[in-house]
């Protein structure tokens, strides 16, 4: 799925695979630890060898994560590749209603090239091992792999609590120097967490939502909803956040620059 993504999006712009010199691949998924998944990924795509390449083992915060870490190296790089790729339904018991009916294989890339026309604004990042139990790989499993477990209402309490908490701290810090409404691309969890959110937030503009159509596709949830909606995207202020397994939490702002100060 990673190659397919990467392939497609290079096919799209009609660039040179070689022009990229950094690649970071976000993933949970990975068959083996040993090697690194974006080495692989590097050779099976046909990038160049002398470029900088790392993984991410990050699941639903992983884009925002991947995103930040990415615009961060473009002081050193000019056109990073970034995939999200995740298969987590080989992990899942289909007796297990809390997950086996929630998640999607799915993987994304995205470029980020230096001199874009978006800016990094507000941030917010939350990172609470004490919580990790709650949603976690084990390792009895009906088919002899890792077996996917969550805590259903636990993870939800903490999606009302801790990421309405954070959307409408970052909403309410926008809202003092700007007259615009922020759109909120927020992971697409489910739609009963996407609702909650939604009714807890303070914010006026609108959650933008893809999950009817490709339900929870964790690492990639976002930068599909994003492409699904590229020109809302590219002309307005953006809240994207994404959270879950860890547990964990990284939002930011995104400004395309010809909206700026709007």
Known sequence: MAVAAANKLIARLDFDRKIIDCLIVVT???ERRLPNISSEIQNEIGLATDIFSM???QGCSGFVQGMIVAISLLS???NVLLITTDTYRDKLNPEDRSTNTLFSDAAAASLIV?????ELSIHSHTTDGSKSELLKEQPNSYNGKPELYMSGPDIFLWTRKVVASSINSICEEWAKVNSSNLVIFAHQASKLVIDSLQEKSKNQGDFITNYKKIGNTTSSSIPILISDNWTLFTKNPSLCIGFGVGLSLSAVVIIPTASKGN
């Open 28 to 30: 949970q998924s990975s």
């Open 76 to 78: 050193q790089f000019s």
């Open 114 to 118: 230096r001199g874009n026309t978006f």
């Open 55 to 57: 993984d991410i083992n």
